[in-house]
């Protein structure tokens, strides 16, 4: 993060970070940089350092800034996916041999990353439950060199304590990554509790509107960094500059969004308590939830995703969300609409059978930004 924003306020710094006006019309958006390829004033006479856009374009560039700003890292790397962000990652700290220790609930496409590609390269994984730190440290090997954590995670919207995992990753000389998708960096900050890179899938709460598809890397480590960038420019999987400049814009109510989405999430969680067809609520904000304490700690609030498990089974709860009204049957989540799934059928069916297999009776809400009353009056005729 540059020293301009340093001190200033999350909600400035969205706003603000890499957003400089074009200095040829002063447009105080940044421009979308629709080109390939630039002029060059001589051989090797590079203006602005850009030469061709999968190696460097400004309007990624002023995202990827943007982004680093607000994890309060020195370098961020947009790319054209969550899972080919992680895909990044993980060819740059791996070869093969190496081992990771990967959480017991996850989202599907990490663990299908891990299990049906990266396994395959020669890169082994144990599964441990992240929010006990002697089942982390029971996982590790002499080969391991990295701990993947979740939090919150998905689905079961697990709590792992950041700053003692990364407390064992240092002791155990590895590299502690963090999906913060789920937080997003306004409600959380994991590399100010020692974590070594964060992901996004910028999918989710960054880009806000469900228009856009991308990924993300921060790390606070700038030698980490410049090897980030070197293997996202040799393998290619880079956000273009439409969706980057999409995601700059949806950052910036980021701050606003994500207070709704916890408040709104909060009423739904207590409706949801006293249900007598929903068995277990899953939310960090309840004071049974055995991740409370560390979530109240290390996260501004408990943020818009909550899972329930409902009462009959399997099949009651797919009724549920096909019952659903307001909120859309959709895989994904973050958008500013409320959106439920299934996730044994869903977005979690590659994980069946595997540790990280999800209770068939879960359902997973992504609460949006609508009037909460008309999102209670739905799920309670959804839950008939």
């Avoid at 924003?5 to 019309?25: K, V, W, Y």
């Avoid at 002029?39 to 400004?58: C, F, H, I, M, T």
Wanted: with cysteine; net charge negative; aromatic share 6%.
């Amino acid at each position: 993060m540059s020293d301009q924003h340093s001190h200033q306020s999350f909600e400035t710094r969205a706003i603000h970070a890499g957003n400089t006006a074009d200095p040829l019309t002063g447009a105080v958006v940044p421009p979308i940089y629709q080109v390939s390829t630039y002029k060059q004033d001589g051989v090797g006479g590079l203006r602005g350092g850009y030469e061709y856009s999968r190696s460097a374009n400004p309007t990624r560039t002023a995202l990827e800034e943007n982004l680093a700003a607000l994890e309060g890292g020195r370098r961020g790397l947009a790319f054209a996916s969550g899972l080919a962000a992680e895909d990044c990652l993980l060819r740059t700290l791996l070869v093969p041999g190496d081992h990771v220790v990967i959480p017991n609930d996850a989202y599907g496409g990490t663990f299908r990353l891990f299990a049906k590609v990266v396994q395959r390269w020669g890169v082994d994984f144990s599964v441990a439950d992240t929010s006990d730190l002697e089942s982390v440290r029971g996982a590790l090997n002499e080969r391991t060199k990295l701990i993947w954590v979740e939090t919150p995670s998905n689905p079961l919207l697990g709590i792992t304590d950041i700053e003692a995992v990364a407390g064992v990753a240092r002791q155990a000389g590895v590299k502690l990554v963090v999906d913060n998708t789920f937080a997003s960096p306004y409600l959380q900050q994991p590399l100010a509790l020692g974590a070594d890179v964060v992901v996004h899938s910028l999918t989710k709460y960054m880009g806000g509107h469900s228009d856009v598809v991308g990924g993300a890397l921060v790390t606070a480590d700038a030698e980490l960094g410049e090897e980030l960038a070197y293997h996202q420019n040799a393998m290619g999987a880079v956000a273009g500059p439409f969706d980057s400049w999409i995601v700059l814009r949806g950052i910036k109510t980021l701050a606003v969004r994500m207070d709704r989405h916890s408040e709104n999430a909060a009423k739904i969680v207590e409706m949801l308590s006293q249900h007598p067809k929903v068995s277990q609520v899953l939310y960090p904000g309840l004071p049974e939830h055995p991740g409370h304490e560390i979530a109240a700690k290390q996260m501004r609030s408990f943020g818009g995703m909550i899972s329930f498990r409902v009462e009959g089974g399997e099949q009651a709860a797919v009724e549920v969300c096909n019952r659903a009204k307001l909120f859309t049957l959709g895989e994904s989540l973050g958008g500013v609409e409320s959106l439920i799934e299934h996730p044994g059928r869903m977005t979690h069916a590659s994980v069946a059978g595997s540790a990280l297999e999800v209770p068939a009776d879960l359902v997973r809400l992504s609460v949006g930004i609508e009037n909460v009353d008309d999102l209670l009056a739905d799920l309670r005729q959804a839950l008939g």
